[in-house]
DNA sequence: AAGTGGTCTAGACCACCAA
DNA sequence: TGGTGGTCTAGACCACTTA
C-alpha cells in the first residue's frame, strides 16, 4: 500500500499493482469499484478511472459494466517475439499434430542451465503428419515444479503442460542456425549437414529457474516470420 | 482526417496517426498546440490531452513542456524482434565494424521482392575486425527513394543510410536457417556445409515499398537473444 | 432495473522550461 | 516569464450488462 508515486494516479497503479504482484490480489479476484477507491483515496472518479485503464491497458486487469475490475488471467502464449506454439503452428498448416517421448530421466542440472536441485530431462519429437518436424530437448525443475515428475509426457508435448501449471514472469530466447549433426539428422530424417533452426528458451518464475527448452527445425521446412512497426505500439488507448 | 471512431479522442487519435502514417506530419515536426485541437475539434482540453497521451505512450510523439508536442523519430534498432543493427553489434563486442560493396547495380525486381519500376541492387560485406560477418543482399526501391541513386555505398551500409533517410512504417522479418553454398561460404571464408542464419526484411511505407534485405550470418559466430515478459506491459499511464 | 464503467465538460492550479 | 503540458476536480450523461 505504501509507495510514493509523484502523482496521485500513479499511486493508485502502484498500490493495485504491489497486490496482483503479490499475489494478494489472485487472478478472477475482484478489486474495488471505482467509488470505493474514490472513497478511499478521497480523490475524484477521473482519477480512479485514469489509473484502472492504464491497469487495464498494460494487462493487469479486465473491467466489465456493471460487474467490476478483475484480477487478469496472465496472457501465457509468448507470441512476443514472433515464437508461436509448435502444435497451432502445425494445425494452421492443416497437418496433424504430434508428439512422441524419446527419452525420460532425473538428473542434476545440465551445463547449460544453472539449476539447483534435480531436474527431470525430458527428449522428444514433434511430428507434423508423419514427418518429425522438431526435436525438443527440455529440462525442468522438479524444485520449482515437484508435480512434473507424476506427468506422463508420453503424448503430450511438455511445454504446453508447463505453460498451464506454472506462472512464469520473465523468458529469455536465444536464436541461432546450426548443423543437424549425425544425432538429430536421424532424428529429423535428414540429411546430418542440414541447416537447422534452433530456439532455445529460459523460463524463470522471479529469479528461481523453471525450465529450458531447445527446440531443433530443420531449416528447409521451418523458419520464423514476424510483423512489426517501428517502436510504436497500437494507440487504442 | 476522416476516420469514425466511436469516441471523440479516438477520432483524434486517427487522425494524428493518420498525418504521421501518410508523412504528411514527418518525424520532428510540431504538430498543435492542446488548445488548438480544442478549437478544432470543440472539445475540453481533457479530451485532446487524454488522446495526445496515447500517441505518447504509443511512440507517436513526444511532448516537451513550453515546447509542444512533436512527432517522434522512429524507433530505428529494431529490438521488438531481437534483431539488432550490425554495426552496434559488432561494437559491442569490442571489434572494429566495416562495410564493403562488392556488386551495385539498377535492374527491375527481383522475384522475392514484388516492387513496381527500377530498384538498386546492392550486394556487400559486413565485417567484424578483419573476418565478414554478414553478406548482405539489398534491393531498394527507386520510385520510394530516388537520392538512392546518387548516393556511395562503397563503404557505408545502405541499412544506416536508409533508415536516416526514409521514414518506414511497417516490416516484416524472416528468419531462416541455411546451408552456405559454394558463394556466400567463399565470401564469408566458412566451409560450403555451414549452417547460417537468414535475416531478412521487407519495408514499407503505407503500402509502398521501400527496401528489401538478406543478411547472412555463419551460425557459429552469430545469434538473435531476446527477453520477454508475459503480456503486461509497464502500466507508467 | 440498477449500478457499473466510458466518456466528456469546464473549469483550476501547478511545474517546468524555452524564449 | 509566459505558455506549455500534467494533473486534478466535481459534476454530467450514456451504454452496457448482469443480477
Redesign the interface.
Known amino acids: 500500500m505504501r509507495r510514493d508515486a509523484s502523482t496521485l ?2 499511486r493508485i ?1 502502484a498500490d493495485v ?1 504491489a497486490r496482483i504482484r503479490s499475489g494478494e490480489w489472485r487472478p478472477g479476484h475482484r478489486i474495488p469499484y471505482e467509488h470505493e477507491f474514490v472513497a478511499q483515496y478521497g480523490c475524484a472518479r477521473a482519477t480512479v478511472s ?2 484502472l485503464q ?2 487495464q ?4 486487469i479486465e473491467r466489465r459494466k456493471k460487474a467490476g475490475s478483475f484480477v487478469a488471467q ?3 502464449h ?1 507470441a ?3 515464437i508461436p506454439d509448435i502444435r497451432r503452428v502445425v494445425t494452421e498448416r492443416g497437418e496433424d499434430y504430434g508428439f512422441r517421448l524419446l527419452a525420460r530421466s532425473v538428473e542434476p542440472a545440465s551445463d547449460a542451465w544453472p539449476c539447483d536441485g534435480a531436474v527431470l530431462r525430458l527428449e522428444g519429437v514433434h511430428f507434423a503428419g508423419a514427418r518429425p518436424l522438431a526435436i525438443e530437448h527440455r529440462e525442468i525443475s522438479l524444485v520449482a515444479v515437484p508435480d512434473a515428475r507424476e506427468v506422463d509426457f508420453a503424448h503430450e508435448a511438455p511445454g504446453s503442460w508447463l505453460l498451464d501449471h506454472i506462472p ?12 543437424a549433426g549425425p544425432r538429430i539428422a536421424r532424428l529429423l530424417e535428414v540429411d546430418r ?6 530456439v532455445e528458451r529460459w523460463t524463470w518464475q522471479v529469479d528461481r529457474p523453471i525450465t529450458f527448452a531447445r527446440q531443433t ?1 530443420p ?2 521446412r521451418y ?15
Open positions: 494516479h500513479q497503479i499493482e485514469k489509473a492504464a491497469l491497458a498494460a494487462g493487469f496472465p496472457q501465457v509468448a512476443l517475439l514472433g512464469w514472469t520473465d523468458a529469455r530466447h536465444r536464436i541461432a542456425a546450426v548443423s549437414h542440414q541447416a537447422c533452426l534452433q527445425f531449416g528447409d523458419d520464423l516470420v514476424g510483423d512489426l512497426t517501428p517502436a510504436r505500439r497500437p494507440a487504442d488507448a
